[in-house]
């Protein structure tokens, strides 16, 4: 009866053997010029890109302050480069709360408690 040979002298051999098969990477196919129509698009991005001075949008924000939070519904407005204002509306309209961040400074007026904050953004 012949000897076995250990299990790491039959494998080893075979590892060897497919390493550099799994070590291959698929090449990605070579990359087509941009076309003229591509390029004008881009271009027509950057321009109205550069062209965007403000923002408006309906806005859900969640506050939490000492341990308490409230979840309000409101108008976000967002003038370029530096101006954010933001007013929760009650139900009938009226303003609850007015956020303003412009030039670095925030000023916070909470209408229901008649109070405002004051300090950097």
């Known amino acids: 009866m012949r000897p076995r ?8 051999p075979l590892l060897l053997l497919f390493l550099p098969a799994a070590c291959v990477r698929a090449l990605p196919p070579p990359r087509e ?7 004008r698009g881009l271009a027509l991005l ?10 408006r949008a309906l806005a859900e924000i969640r506050v939490e302050r000492g341990g ?3 979840q309000l519904q409101g108008v976000l407005l967002a003038r370029a480069p530096a101006s954010v ?8 309209g009226q303003p609850l709360l ?5 030039d670095g400074r925030l000023t916070a007026y909470d209408a ?9 953004a």
């Open 5 to 12: 040979r250990p299990r790491s002298r039959v494998l080893l």
């Open 33 to 39: 010029p941009v076309g003229e129509e591509a390029r």
């Open 85 to 92: 204002r933001f007013e929760a509306l009650s139900p009938f």
């Open 98 to 102: 007015l956020v303003v961040i412009h």
């Open 112 to 120: 229901a408690a008649n109070r405002a904050v004051v300090g950097p």
């Open 68 to 70: 308490e939070g409230r």
């Open 46 to 55: 950057a321009r109205r890109w550069h062209g965007f001075s403000d923002l």
